[in-house]
């Protein structure tokens, strides 16, 4: 019998690791330590050959794709961000579901502004879907890249609209704002190192298989 090889799981904190923690359960890993709790950025599971890395949610594509970590779980956002170059993503696990959305101040006509031809300012973390969204509706656009608090964009006058994710819609509707189009779906997906596929087989093929049984029905 061959040695179990090592492997290295890519997570984010918060509500990824949070929503993952039950199909690594499904899978039978179990992390040591809780990283909210935990300043280590390793975390040791109950398997003596798997262990977690906690980045960034934009940085799990990375880790993955130069083979720093085997696996990772990130949201289409992200991947579609990234362009997803070395990766094989197998499964779409359900998880840290959301809608990336165009979104105006309330007091903001949108249909004349996308109408007129006018140039449209927007804000957003995400200029690679933005500009792709646009540019398929023939608008020209200006992209502000930002990395985070989109919401703040057009009530200070940085911008004239948002490209951010939607869930409850709650963010928006604290700030005054509201979603005047849909881009897509968002969900998480799990992310394999093209390679480390083919060399870790025995160890990766289980691993998409129980998370594939355990993940939500669609
Ligand atoms: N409100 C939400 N509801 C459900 N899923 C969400 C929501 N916001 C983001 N997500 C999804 O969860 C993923 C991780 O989001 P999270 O907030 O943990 O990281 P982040 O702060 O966006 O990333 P980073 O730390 O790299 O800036 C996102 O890439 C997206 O796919
Ligand atoms: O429609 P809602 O349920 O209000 O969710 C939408 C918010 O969730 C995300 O932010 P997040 O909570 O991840 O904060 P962060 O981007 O600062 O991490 C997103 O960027 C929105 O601001």
Sequence with gaps: MTASQNLTIALSKGRIFDETLPLLAAAGIVPAEDPEKSRKLIIDTNHPNIRLVIVRATDVPTYVQYGAADLGIAGRDVLTEHGGDGLYQPLDL??????MMVAVHKDFDYATASRAGSRLKVATKYPNIAMEHFAKKGMHVDIIKLYGSMELGPLVGLSDAIVDLVSTGSTLKANDLQAVEHISDISS????????????FGEIQPIIDAFRDA???E
């Design 94 to 99: 359900r998880i840290a579901k959301c809608r």
């Design 215 to 217: 993940r939500q029905p």
């Design 189 to 200: 997906r799990l992310v394999v190192n093209k390679a480390a596929l083919k060399l870790k």
